[in-house]
């Protein structure tokens, strides 16, 4: 899993090809992680793809909490966006896509038809913070049916679209949004599903923090998972001392290895071993 580190001057890049690549889309397709939908969404991307059309994807909804996931939809529907549950790595809920960017774009088509245009494809964008999984979507994405059109007269020389039907094309290239650390969360949240760098905070840290969010979220699963006991208000420390025990997380001289049962809690969180997690819930 890659691990990503902000400066400056990539920011500035990655914003001047967005402000770039955005005006020559009708609709952006934004890609959030189900796990932290929040904390993995730039806000900025209202002001730079305002004008245009919007489907948020809500990927690696596959390790996110089904129930959680319909909240999630339901907070962005209600933000007036078109939502969509999405699975890159399988493809689960990609096919729908076609539909909702129909409805997503209909003012566009709509517009064009009254011009007399007919059959104009809606051009599209995916944006998303690193890790999220863009890549993985445009693969799975063009690999159904797609085809790509190379250089086309009166677009940017050397983009390349992908041909996903005679309504829709998508630029080859993903648009790379910056995580906004707006509070401290936010930073912890990326750090637990392994976005950012795991030297911004200590890996044992970072297990206690989990360990205190599962065990007021999802009780009893610290519990089925490592074979141990938690009692009632039990410190995230005593925990973590708990699994080096019970999967046998040990230095030489029975010393307790608390780093590697500090891995291997965070692993099977991020891998979804611990079963589906949201991290957190609509405001
Ligand atoms: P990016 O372009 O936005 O930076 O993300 P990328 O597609 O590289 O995906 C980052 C990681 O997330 C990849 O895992 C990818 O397989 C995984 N991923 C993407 N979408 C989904 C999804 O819907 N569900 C799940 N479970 N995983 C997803 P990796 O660890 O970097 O590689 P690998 O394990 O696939 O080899």
Redesign the pocket.
């Known amino acids: ?2 691990n ?1 580190q902000w400066y400056p001057g990539h920011m500035t890049k990655a914003k001047r090809m967005m402000q770039e690549d955005i005006k020559l889309i009708d609709l952006v397709i934004e ?1 959030v992680d ?1 796990r932290v939908p929040f904390s993995s969404r730039n806000p900025d991307i209202d002001e730079l793809g305002k004008n245009k059309s919007r489907i948020i994807l809500l ?5 996110a909490d089904t129930r959680k996931n319909k909240l999630w939809m339901e907070y962005f529907i209600d933000k007036g966006f078109h939502v969509i549950e ?5 493809g ?1 809920g990609i096919k729908s896509i076609y539909g909702v960017v129909q409805e997503a774009c209909k003012e566009k088509i709509e517009r064009d038809r009254k011009r007399g245009i007919l059959n104009r494809p809606v051009r599209a964008m995916v944006v ?13 994405f063009a690999k159904k049916a797609c085809t790509k059109t190379g250089n086309k007269p009166g677009v940017t020389k050397g983009k390349q679209w992908i041909r996903c039907n005679k309504e829709l094309e998508l630029l080859d290239t ?1 648009g ?1 949004l910056w995580p906004k650390f707006e509070d401290q969360r936010v930073g912890l949240n990326l750090a637990m599903i ?1 976005s950012i760098n795991d030297e911004i905070l200590h890996l044992d840290e970072l297990a206690y923090e989990l360990v205190r969010f599962l065990c007021d979220e999802y009780p009893g699963l610290l519990e089925q998972r490592y074979n141990i006991e938690i009692s009632e208000n039990q410190d995230a420390y005593e925990t973590i001392k708990a699994v080096c025990v019970s999967k046998k997380c040990l230095l030489k001289g029975e010393e307790l290895d608390i780093m590697k049962a500090s891995s291997m809690v965070v692993d099977d969180f991020r ?2 071993r611990l079963g589906k997690i949201t991290l957190e819930a609509p405001k």
Not at 59 to 63: E, M, T, V
Not at 128 to 133: C, D, L, R
């Open positions: 899993m890659a990503y890609l189900a990927n690696k909804s596959d390790l999405v699975n890159a790595k399988t689960a998303g913070i690193p890790n999220v999984g863009k890549s993985t979507f445009i693969n799975s993903p790379i392994g891998n979804g």
